[in-house]
C-alpha cells in the first residue's frame, strides 16, 4: 500500500505575479533593458521600480512555476505541498493565503525584515503572449536547510522548477532535494522552465536529467535549447535519457517521449486566448495528476492540455474554474 | 473659457480589492458576522484576518468606489484627480501605480508606520453579485488636511462617495471639501454607495443633499433608504432636491431626473455576467464624462450604460478594455 500523503511536493520560487497589458512597441522599446519577447529576465530591485512606474494599471495574482502548477493539482482533485520562500510582507501573506486556501500545504518559514517577497512583472501583448520580468526578493535566500526530509518521502512526485537554479543558495536545495528523492525511491520531476535559463545552465540541467530525473517537462524551445540541435534529433536524444519526457509544442499540443514509444496529444482550443502566463505550468500539473493517478500517457498529456486551455483563457497563471469538472468527463 | 484642469477630483477611499468567487451557502455562515449578500459591510483588521483565511484564492485589484470612477473616466479619455489615503506600504504602492499609470493625479501623502493600506475583501458568487467586507486600515487617518483647496478650483466636478461618512475624520474632509466646492462655483456630485451606508448616515446625506448636492448617483435601494418610501414615491420627492439624479436600476438601465424632465435609459448587456463589483461606480464614470463635457442627459446616461456593461463582465472593478473605443460610435 501506498504510504504517500502528497501526490506532488513542488520546490519552487515564491512569486507574486503583475500583469499588465502592453503593446509590442513597448516590449521592443524595453530590448535595451534585457528584455526578450515571451522569454523571463531577472531584474534587481531597482530596475522592478522603474519598469513598474511605465506600467500600465495591473492584476496582482499569485504566481511562481511550481505554485501555478500546485495550484491546478489542486484544482483536479490532486494533493499538493510546496516549499518556497516569501517574504513576511503583505504580497508574501497573499502567497501563502492562494495555495493554503486550496488545501496545499506550505510551512517554509517567510524571510523576516530583510529582502521583499519575490514579484514577476508580467506584460500581456495583444497576441496573448506575456513577457516575465523577475525580481527574486526574497527568494534568494531559500536554502538547503528549508528542505524536510519528510516532506519528500511523503510524496509520490517531487517537482522542481528550473528557475530554482538562478538564486545561488536554492540550486543547493535543488541538489539536496534531488539526492533525497532519490535516495527516497521517490519520483523526480523537472521543468526546463525557459530556453534563456537553460541557456544559462545547460550544463547543471544535463547532468540533472540524464543521472537522476525521472519526468522532464519542456517546451520545444527549451529541449532545442537544452541538447544544443533541432528538434527532431533533440527528441530522439532525450529519449531513454529519462523514463518520461513530456514536450509541450503551443497550440501544436505535446509530445510524450517514454523510452521508444512516443504519443501525441492535441491540443485543446481554448474558448478566448487572453494570456499564456502559466500554460506550461497547467499542461505539467495536468500531467503529474495522471501520472500519480496511474492513468496511461495519452490520458496525461489530455489533462495537461485541458489544464493549459483553461489557463490561457483569463488573465492570470492559475485556474478560475475547477479543473477537477474540466477532466471529469475523460 | 473653462480654466479648470481637471473633469473630475474624486475624494474617496483608497481600497485595493481582493477578489474571490464565493458559494451562496458560504455567505449565508457569514451572516452571524453581519454579512449581508449584496451589501458592504465594516470589518476590523482580526476580522479581515478570520475572513480572509476562510476565502478562496483570490485576485488583487485597485478598489475604492470614486478611484474606480476616476479609472473609468480616465480610460473614456476624461482627465481626473483623487484624494484619498494609503499607508507607506505594499498594497498602497500598488493603488498609487494603479491610478498614476492612467494619468491620474494622487498626490495624498501617505500614511507612515501604522495602519494598513485599506482592503476589501469581495465574495463573488454564482449569480455575479459581490458581497464586500471593508477593512478601512488608512483610510481612517484622512482628514481635512488633505484637502487641497486648488485641486478643488482647478475641476469642473467634485465627487464624493457616500463610503466617505464611515471614517470619523475622513468626514470633516467630505464636509469642507463640499463647502470649498460650493465656495468656488464648481459642482458638487455625489454617490450614496450603499443602501447599509445611507442607513447608518441618513440624515446626514440628506441635509448635504437638500443643500449642496448638484449631481446625486444612487441605485434603486439606496434611494429609498434615503427617502424612507417606495420607488415612484423617492423619485417624485427628490426631483428639484438637486440638478440632477440618475438613479441605477441594474439590468433595467437608469432613470436620470433634472427638474421636471425624466430620461429612461437602458441597460447594456455584459458579454458575460461575470461580476458586479464596480457597476455603480462605472455607471457614475460615464455619466460624468458625458456631464463634464456637455452631453444631454440621455448621452450621459448611454455612456454610463456602456461603462458598467464593461466592468461587470470581468473580475475586478476596473475597465478591462479602452472605454474610449467602446463609446466612440455614440
Redesign the interface.
Known sequence: MDTTKFDVLGVGNAIVD?L?KASDSFIEEQRTFGMEKGGMTLIDADRAEDL??L????????GGSTANTL?CLASMGGKGTFIGKVAD???GK?FS??????GIEFNTAPLVGSK?TARCLVLITPDAERTMNTFLGACTELTSDDIEEDQIRESKVVYLEGYLFDPPHAKDAFYKTAAITKAAGRQLALSLSDPFCVERHRDDFKDLIFNHVDILFANQDELCALMETDFDTACDNIANKCEVAAITKGAQGSLIIKGGERTLIDSVKPEELVDTTGAGDAYAAGFLFGYTNGKDMSVCGKYGSIAAAEVISH??P?P?KSLADLIKHI
Not at 55 to 62: C, I, P, Y
Not at 97 to 102: A, E, I, K, P, T
Open positions: 503583475v499588465a513598474y512606474s506600467m500600465n494599471a495591473s492584476t496582482e495574482m499569485s495550484a510582507d503583505q504580497l497573499i493565503h492562494d495555495l493554503q486556501s486550496q521583499a488573465i492570470g492559475r478560475s
